[in-house]
């Protein structure tokens, strides 16, 4: 497998892991993107970038699903920072209409940490295709209680966060959630290729969504595959209820949900439909890394960046069935390296991530268009992970 690029020979591994996902698995594209210590030391990519077979290119952006909520919660971080809101104030207090069925006391820092009990989207719209309307979704939201007691434990908002998140956005800064992006991460980093809500003029670099020709029959058979399990685990009295996954992650008619579409990547569903290249989430990262400014720009204070990236639960997640440590909006950076202790980012369905080491002054970010993995991402990039932190850590001894 030819890739295109370029690399520093400390971090030759990372090149060779992914030329042999690229080799070994579903047919399709990947970009890897790294920064370590400021220095951008990965910026490769290879495969093919639709079913036609024409190659990824070095600006191929691709749809990078749960990756998204890292970018929403920075956008609010930069927010918070300006003093413009703080992480303990009711989600009422800038959106009103949300405060009714019992929600008036629920926290933004709530919201970040998936503790509302609001990620249930089975059952909040009749169909997928709703959530390219923002006004629907945001109505539906404030106009719902919580599944269970706001506060009582984490729930990953696997669809809703988007929204929960993305409103508080527009409502204090008072401008579309696109817009938002644009001007307050893509202007001052000068990203390339990163959207939630792309033009039209943008779109025709994304690559395809090359899924499996069972993928649609997968999907569509989850819901009935996890309740028999979860049969087996009540009978064994396990605590853990599997249907929150489809619940959570399972809006009627998902399966055939075009999530590469020019009418999806042009709305704005901040949990789930970011447009991004690797390059351009690894700059991001790079800054996140770096105490929150990146060559003299300054996207958050120190202070800011620290409590966003304080631990809030280590509990066992109701709908994740695993501990993902969450911080506000993002979560512990999982690798077969293992978990740096203070790494914090996101991943996504799919295959792709993107997370920041501050401790290495390390960023990664992976996007890639072919397979399905799990709803919570999948080895790829975590064994991509673990070739970046191999070779930081030679690099650094």
């Known amino acids: 497998m030819n890739l295109q690029g370029a690399i520093h020979p400390d971090f030759w591994p990372v090149a060779r892991a992914l030329a042999r996902q690229l080799r070994r698995g579903p047919r399709g594209g990947a970009a890897v993107c790294v920064y370590h210590r400021g220095e951008k030391v990965v910026d490769i990519w290879g495969g093919v970038r639709d079913a036609a077979g024409a190659p990824w290119e070095a600006d191929t952006m691709s749809v990078s699903f749960s990756t998204t909520k890292g970018v929403t919660a ?45 990620y249930g989207i089975r059952t909040l719209i009749d169909d997928a295709t709703r959530m390219r309307d923002w006004a629907h979704m945001t109505d539906a939201l404030a106009r719902s209680a919580p599944i269970i007691p706001p506060g009582s ?11 929960l998140v993305g409103e508080v956005i527009q409502r204090v800064a008072d401008r579309p959630f696109a817009e938002v992006i644009q001007r307050e991460l893509v202007e001052p980093l000068e990203l390339d290729g990163f959207y939630v809500g792309a033009p039209t003029t943008a779109t025709g670099r994304a690559a395809a969504l090359l899924i499996p020709d069972n993928g649609a029959r997968r999907m569509a058979g989850l819901d009935r595959r996890l309740r028999r399990v979860q049969r087996v685990l009540s009978t064994l009295r396990v605590p ?23 009418e999806t990547l042009g709305a704005s569903i901040p949990a789930a439909n970011g447009l991004f290249t690797a390059r351009a989430l690894a700059k991001l990262y790079a800054a996140l890394a770096a105490g929150g400014s990146f060559n003299g720009v300054r996207l958050l204070s120190p202070t800011t960046l620290a409590r966003a990236t304080e631990v809030q639960t280590r509990r066992l997640d109701l709908v994740v069935p695993f501990p993902m440590h969450w911080r506000l909006g993002y979560h512990r950076a999982a690798t077969t390296r293992g978990t740096p202790p203070r790494a914090f980012g996101h991943y996504g369905f799919g295959g792709s991530g993107a997370w920041a ?23 790829r990039t975590a064994r991509i992970s673990g070739r970046v932190l191999r070779c930081a850590d030679r690099r650094q001894s």
């Not at 956008?75 to 009422?92: F, K, N, S, T």
């Not at 434990?153 to 929204?163: D, L, N």
Request: proline fraction near 6%; include cysteine; charge should be negative.
């Open 74 to 118: 920075t956008a609010l971080h930069i927010l918070a920072d300006r003093g413009l809101l703080d992480y303990d104030d009711p989600v009422a207090k800038y959106w009103p209409e949300f405060a009714r069925e019992g929600k008036a006391s629920i926290t933004i820092r709530q919201l970040l940490c998936h503790q509302a009990g609001l």
């Open 153 to 163: 434990a984490s729930a990953y908002h696997g669809i809703t966060y988007g929204w």
């Open 240 to 262: 853990i209820d599997l249907r929150r996954i489809a619940d959570a992650l399972m809006p009627p008619g998902i399966e055939k949900f075009e999530w590469a579409s020019a």
């Open 357 to 379: 080491d501050p401790d290495r002054q390390l960023a990664v970010a992976m996007v890639l268009n072919s397979g399905i993995g799990t709803p919570f991402g999948d080895l």
